[in-house]
């Protein structure tokens, strides 16, 4: 009934005839199953004026269809015992359920009626929009969620990568349920969707209920903008008075679909993913600069990053930022020793194995890994792909990806480029 080739045991794909993709992995042990749609519904799909719409659209879906008004939905969530949630990101949106593996044809039916009848009530839209303004407002209160807003702005500079997710209060404030019509009939098409399914479940079975709730849908979604960042090294301070200074890092680095993409966690692991790792010992053990310091990667279909943060007192920001970028110097010069291979892929196996064991994470896990490379990862392939890097391996990825340039440098705090950075980064 579907296409199996190649895949590996327990884990399934099909195509409908009218383009929506669906995957699975069965796991027989669980009485769960979570599943997920992925479209390209995202930030960088926003008209450019109505930035925040994407977001605004997560909560306004939910909102009523043509048959339920929010509060029966609701109901008829809750009487399955159904989890629901949807999120956005930069690229891509999820919408998604968790439920017992006996309620999910009666969950997909709702689902169903969320995808393809919504009707966002204006009725809705003042308190959903005013739910983002609270955001907004909280977001711009704590530097600590806007530092890396600050600085994807000019890693990403050019590009819609660099937006702000909630958007402005000012763009926020004047979207319409018009604005919301139009980017649902735009974004969300089969030709867009891919179904992501984990836990107890008869495959075919499923395959026919997609078929007979969305066999019928059609229409066809515009291709996404193609995102060409092209970082460049830069500085950029946001003056804040305040006894706390907040500095973010990015810097390219490999991303999901290159060969050196698990060198790279290793590598990240290494500098700041544990309270073993060197800039937890270097910047907070040793010389107690920090209340906070971590580094790990992020990325997107086109160019991957590796992030730092470090929480500061403005007295101790500069020796703090020294401090890291010698760290990172010293990582592309030296690489890692045979100690820290060994502990960070240790760390990194349990993360993944303990990730992996419900079916909302593998759910999530398999779309992703289906989304960049067109493949879907077992999580024994993951832990082999991570027991087969080598300290060369990290070292060539250094050469490839330097850790310092170019450096896109964001801070929050009462310091001036000069008092914080000086002469650092030459």
Not at 93 to 104: D, E, L, P, S, Y
Request: aromatic letters at 8%.
């Amino acid at each position: 009934m579907s296409d199996q080739q190649g895949l590996p045991p327990n884990y399934f794909y099909h195509t409908l005839p009218n383009g929506i993709e669906l995957i699975g992995q069965y796991m027989p042990s669980l009485s769960s199953i979570s599943f997920g749609f992925q479209l390209d519904a995202a930030v960088v799909h926003e008209p450019e004026e109505k930035q925040g719409l994407a977001h605004l659209f997560e909560y306004m879906l939910f909102q009523g269809t043509k048959t339920k008004d929010a509060r029966a939905l609701n109901e008829a969530f809750e009487s399955l015992g159904a989890r629901k949630g949807a999120s956005t990101s930069l690229e891509t949106a999820m919408v998604w359920g968790q439920i017992v593996n006996t309620k999910f044809d009666a969950t997909l039916d709702l689902f169903h009626d969320v995808l393809l009848n919504s009707t966002f009530p204006n009725s809705e839209l003042e308190q959903m929009r005013n739910l983002v303004l609270q955001e907004i407002r909280r977001r711009d209160d704590e530097p600590m969620s806007r530092i890396f807003e600050l600085v994807r702005a000019n890693f990403y500079k050019g590009t819609a990568l660099s937006r702000l997710v909630l958007g402005t209060d000012e763009q926020v404030r004047q979207l319409k349920r018009q604005d919301l019509r139009d980017f649902w009939q735009a974004r969300y098409q089969p030709n867009n969707v891919l179904f992501s399914i984990a836990g107890k479940f008869d495959w075919d079975h499923v395959v026919e209920r997609m078929q007979g709730l969305f066999g019928n849908w059609q229409g066809e979604a515009a291709p996404s903008p193609e995102q060409e960042p092209h970082p460049t090294q830069s500085v950029s301070l946001e003056f804040r008075e305040g006894k706390q200074e907040h500095i973010g890092m990015m810097v390219p680095f490999p991303n999901y679909t290159d060969q050196d993409y698990y060198a790279a966690m290793v590598a990240a692991e290494v500098l700041g993913g544990s309270m073993a790792s060197r800039l937890f010992v270097e910047v907070r053990e040793k010389r107690g600069l920090v209340y906070s310091v971590s580094a790990g990667l992020s990325g997107n279909k086109h160019i991957g990053a590796l992030r730092v943060y470090a929480g500061t007192t403005p007295e101790q920001g500069r020796e703090c930022l020294e401090v890291i970028v010698n760290e990172l110097r010293k990582l592309e010069k030296d690489g890692i020793t045979a100690d820290e291979l060994e502990r960070a892929k240790v760390q990194l196996k349990s993360e993944n194995v303990m990730r992996g064991e419900g079916s909302g994470s593998r759910m999530s896990a398999i779309l992703r890994s289906w989304w960049y490379e067109r493949q879907l990862k077992t999580i024994q392939e993951i832990k082999d792909a991570i027991d087969a890097v080598t300290q060369e391996q990290v070292l060539s990825m250094l050469q490839r990806y330097s850790p310092v340039h170019p450096l896109t440098v964001a801070a929050i705090g009462p310091l001036s480029q000069e008092e914080l950075v000086g002469n650092t980064l030459s």
